[in-house]
T-cell receptor, first 117, second 113 residues
Framework: NAGVTQTPKFQVLKTGQSMTLQCAQDMNHNSMYWYRQDPGMGLRLIYYSASEGTTDKGEVPNGYNVSRLNKREFSLRLESAAPSQTSVYFC????????????????FGSGTRLTVV | QKEVEQNSGPLSVPEGAIASLNCTYSDRGSQSFFWYRQYSGKSPELIMFIYSNGDKEDGRFTAQLNKASQYVSLLIRDSQPSDSATYLCAVHTTNFGNEKLTFGTGTRLTIIP
């Protein structure tokens, strides 16, 4: 029962370098999300994918791109890293809220701590 | 006005006492409300959700919702040192089938032995 798996857990980049953060879920969820978390700022949505084949911008999409490779995988790419992108990145997945059982809520991966120097 | 507001704390509560965490939200169309607990260096984990006005109890935790006042709270009874964490309030809305979960900045809770 892995849930949501993120790789890598830690990464240091130099300004201008590129990298892709990987995320995979095994819960058969339709929706997947990328958040960043900074001190005093809470969790901010970067991009989300409501279903396979669709992606949409969140609150802070500049400097990022995403790919919903299939139902399980949702990757986040930094094309040219900047120090302002130093943060902890969380991937999450969810199923549409079940109004019968009222079950819902997001499951988060363990996070990627990214430092851009 | 922020969409979801929480007092950042820190909130210090003696062990065994009741911890009360509060959250207000701005979107009257919000449908469900979640409380996440986040230990330092870890990912958020869901502890409760509520969608109807009133109280919902789960063990030592009680979530309270007042949609008219746009207010949701979390009570932790018999607080334990293991409850020391940051508590994130999250508000869920659905727009044309797309879900959105907006988080507050969190309240840091410290339980004093």
């Amino acid at each position: 029962n892995a849930g949501v798996t993120q790789t890598p857990k830690f990464q240091v980049l130099k300004t201008g370098q590129s990298m892709t953060l990987q995320c995979a879920q095994d819960m058969n969820h339709n929706s997947m999300y990328w958040y960043r978390q900074d001190p005093g700022m809470g969790l901010r949505l970067i991009y989300y994918s409501a279903s396979e084949g669709t992606t949409d911008k969140g609150e802070v999409p500049n400097g990022y791109n995403v790919s919903r490779l299939n139902k399980r995988e949702f990757s986040l790419r930094l094309e040219s890293a900047a120090p302002s992108q130093t943060s902890v990145y969380f991937c999450a997945s969810s199923e549409l809220l079940n109004w019968d059982t009222r079950a819902g809520g997001y499951t988060f991966g363990s996070g990627t701590r990214l430092t851009v120097v | 006005q922020k969409e979801v507001e929480q007092n950042s704390g820190p909130l210090s509560v003696p062990e065994g006492a009741i911890a009360s965490l509060n959250c207000t939200y701005s979107d009257r169309g919000s449908q469900s409300f979640f409380w996440y607990r986040q230990y330092s260096g870890k990912s958020p984990e869901l502890i409760m959700f509520i969608y109807s006005n009133g109280d919902k109890e789960d063990g030592r935790f009680t979530a309270q919702l007042n949609k008219a006042s746009q207010y949701v709270s979390l009570l932790i009874r018999d607080s334990q040192p293991s409850d020391s964490a940051t508590y994130l309030c999250a508000v869920h809305t659905t727009n044309f089938g797309n879900e959105k979960l907006t988080f507050g900045t969190g309240t840091r809770l410290t339980i004093i032995p």
